[in-house]
């Protein structure tokens, strides 16, 4: 049978679907922040990691470095047949972008911070992390938006950030997906990303303000989706196994 892992950052994100599978919380190495929920369905074994919080500020670790260690986790624990980075992220008017709209990463994750203008790091840098091939499918199957996902360590977007993302055709601006996808790589585990829309980017209410209204909005749309995007990808694995 499947075992599908989901990592995401926020509680407030991944509560919503940690209740609507009845997942329990799995113990791991305590000295770490990563906290981790197992639920069984139909002798499948979906796994959640989450971020954890912050020690000394006690806030939700987002960013790109708390995703590494959260991967690494749950791959090196439950050798996962796929890794789902889910979670909420900003989009764009310009793309006709909506509130609570769901996206689908396709064809790559990239990075659009990690400028590097060394001759062989620039490529690097960016990373164009592929997706799982079936991915295209999975959005179709929940009618789902598909685009470029991009990753930085910020919130807002600078003027040479919004000169990178035009240029990587970001459709999706988020805070973890290119290193959940590195690590994934590494491991040659099928990587798949899914966001649910908090903030426009370019509109004219700051973004942190946004985020902050449509947060409960999109986590519950994120918790609709997931269930279905979960088992899907459960059967698309056991189908492949016989």
């Known amino acids: 049978m499947a075992t599908i892992a989901v990592i995401m950052a926020m509680r407030a994100e991944a509560g919503p679907l940690i209740d609507e599978l009845g997942a329990a919380r799995y113990g791991l190495n305590p000295s770490l922040p990563t906290q981790v ?3 069984e369905r139909s002798g499948d074994t979906i796994v ?16 790109t470095e708390p995703a590494v260690l959260t991967t690494m986790q749950v ?3 439950w050798q996962p047949d796929v890794v789902i980075t889910a979670g909420t992220a ?13 996206f689908v990463a396709w064809p790559h994750v990239v990075r659009h911070d990690r400028r ?8 690097y840098g960016i990373g164009r992390h592929r997706v ?6 999975l959005a179709h199957h929940l009618d789902a938006r598909k685009g470029v996902v991009t990753t930085s360590n910020s919130l807002d977007e600078s003027d040479t950030d919004r000169e990178w993302i035009l240029a990587l055709d970001g459709e999706v601006k988020e805070m973890e997906g290119a290193a959940v996808a590195w690590v994934c790589g590494l491991r040659g585990t099928p990587f798949v990303g899914i966001k649910t ?4 980017v370019d509109h004219p209410t700051p ?3 946004q985020f902050l209204a449509n947060l409960t909005t999109a986590s519950t749309r994120l918790s609709e989706v997931l269930p279905m995007a979960i088992q899907w990808c459960a059967e698309r694995v056991n189908a492949a196994s016989y």
Not at 48 to 60: A, L
């Open 90 to 102: 900003g989009g764009w008017s310009r793309s006709a972008a909506q509130i609570g709209d769901v």
């Open 116 to 123: 590097i203008g060394i001759e062989g790091f620039r490529d």
């Open 207 to 209: 973004t942190a303000e």
């Open 48 to 63: 959640i990691g989450v971020n954890g919080v912050d020690p000394e500020h006690q806030v939700d670790l987002v960013g």
């Open 197 to 200: 829309i908090t903030d426009l």
């Open 132 to 137: 799982w091939t079936h991915s295209e499918e």
């Open 37 to 39: 929920f197992v639920a």
């Open 75 to 77: 791959i090196e624990h």
